[in-house]
């Protein structure tokens, strides 16, 4: 399983339910990366889309402890056992995590691959990721030529478990 996560310089992933900034090269990168194929998600991320409504050409799981959540186009999941289950129907490599804090914090374990967007600016900020520089158990696999959007500066980068260079 691939995680995609868009952080700042200390790695930063938030703030009162929004993303810190929205860069459209990276929204493109996602939409590339995640286009026809199965995206893990919480219901708080999920709500915080267009119309709190599931992403188009995309399989949407859902990981809500609410039984009694439901929303069209989009499979719901409660635990990590019946996101376990449903995840077998899949190739591993088709499936993406794609946040909010509490799911990446879940699932980064079983995760071998890490697209991050890595922004360099600090933000005002009460949601995080791991830092992946800090954990041995990660390695930069490939990093992007400098980004721009307006002032902002940024990478692509991809990380891999060390044991998976």
């Known amino acids: 399983m691939k995680i995609m996560v868009a952080v700042d310089e ?3 992933i938030g703030n009162k339910g929004n993303l810190l900034v929205r860069i459209p090269a ?3 990168n996602f939409a590339h990366e995640t286009t026809g194929k199965v995206v893990v998600l919480g219901r708080k991320t999920l709500e915080t889309f267009p119309q709190g409504l599931p992403l188009k050409n995309r399989i949407n799981i859902i990981l809500t402890t609410d039984r009694n959540y439901s929303v069209k ?4 999941v409660h ?3 019946e996101l376990d ?11 993406y995590i794609i946040g ?16 991050v967007t890595k922004i360099d600016h600090v933000y005002d900020a009460d949601a995080y990721f791991p830092n992946l520089d800090d ?15 307006f002032d902002l500066t940024y990478h692509f ?7 998976s260079i």
């Open 10 to 12: 200390k790695w930063a």
């Open 26 to 28: 990276d929204h493109k």
């Open 73 to 76: 186009d989009a499979v719901i």
């Open 79 to 81: 635990d990590l056992g």
């Open 85 to 95: 289950e449903e995840l077998k129907k899949y190739d591993s490599d088709d499936v």
């Open 100 to 115: 909010g804090q509490s799911v990446y914090t879940q699932l980064l374990g079983k995760c071998d691959t890490a697209i």
């Open 135 to 149: 954990d041995p158990d990660w390695e930069i696999a490939e990093i992007s030529e400098e980004q721009y959007y």
């Open 157 to 163: 980068v991809k990380y891999v478990r060390a044991k």
